[in-house]
């Protein structure tokens, strides 16, 4: 291990208090663990510091094969790992069959409604029994972002969310990883810094936003799966 940041010691320290915080005054808490890069490091900081946070990851049935080998070197490298929830069976087949395997490429609106056949319910039986739980949510990440607490009431599902991460620069969170020496997608070496199902991500080109290869084919402000809601009304993914 390579020595940590000077800058990142007070971030670490918050985080980690944040994260005893929903492990006590909140709890049970569970972490939304995705294995993207953010979600990396609260795995890190949860499973050496807070062990006592469940955490989940939602297999949409959609995921990049590098997303599973993530998976099993998170396994191999701490003897755990997420618990995986999946979609609905006869949900998602009925979806897939009236409107096709792709049918997020032909509205918005069937976009959404795969998103939530796919992670929406497999979220609500994942929270389920929880009075908290933990995102890797961060301010700079997207404009819908930008008002995030640490935190907050989740009103759609009826519990508090925690977002230890909300105030860290993408620097920071890359200075984590590789200080620690942390497993991450290997997507990420390939321009790849938002991560979700394979046909909705792509790479994004030099200058783009760090969420431009999500749903690339949409405007920007249609570009959520609902997944994080705010009481503005907006929606995150």
């Known amino acids: 291990m390579s020595a940590l940041p000077h800058n990142l010691h007070n971030r670490i320290a918050h985080s980690v208090e944040i994260l005893r915080l929903a492990a006590t005054a909140d709890a049970p808490a569970t972490f939304a663990n995705s294995l993207g890069a953010e979600d990396i490091v609260l795995t890190d900081l949860i499973y050496?510091?807070?062990?006592?946070?469940?955490?989940?990851?939602?297999d949409t049935g959609r995921l990049p094969a590098e997303t599973y080998a993530l998976l099993e070197?998170?396994?191999a490298r701490y003897g755990r790992a997420p618990r995986v929830h999946c979609p609905d069976t006869e949900a998602l087949e009925t979806f897939v069959n009236a409107f096709g395997a792709n049918a997020f490429y032909d509205s918005v609106a069937l976009r959404k409604r795969c998103c939530a056949v796919r992670k929406i319910e497999p979220l609500r039986r994942a929270l389920h029994g929880y009075?908290?739980?933990v995102t890797g949510l961060?301010?700079?990440?997207?404009?819908?972002?930008?008002g995030l607490d640490v935190r907050e009431w989740d009103e759609g599902n009826g519990l508090f969310k925690f977002n230890p991460l909300a105030d860290w620069g993408e620097a920071e969170i890359w200075g984590y990883i590789r200080s620690r020496r942390l497993p991450y997608n290997t997507l990420h070496d390939r321009h790849f810094p938002s991560i979700g199902c394979a046909p909705?991500?792509?790479?994004?080109?030099?200058?783009?936003?760090?969420?431009a290869g999500r749903w690339w084919w949409e405007l920007p402000?249609?570009?959520?799966?609902?997944?994080?809601?705010?009481?503005?009304?907006?929606?995150s993914a």
């Open 48 to 58: 050496r510091q807070v062990p006592e946070i469940d955490d989940f990851m939602l």
């Open 73 to 75: 070197r998170v396994r």
């Open 221 to 235: 402000e249609s570009k959520e799966c609902g997944l994080h809601r705010y009481a503005d009304g907006s929606a």
């Open 200 to 211: 909705c991500t792509r790479a994004i080109a030099q200058g783009e936003d760090i969420r």
């Open 131 to 133: 009075k908290s739980w």
């Open 138 to 146: 961060r301010r700079e990440q997207s404009v819908t972002r930008q």
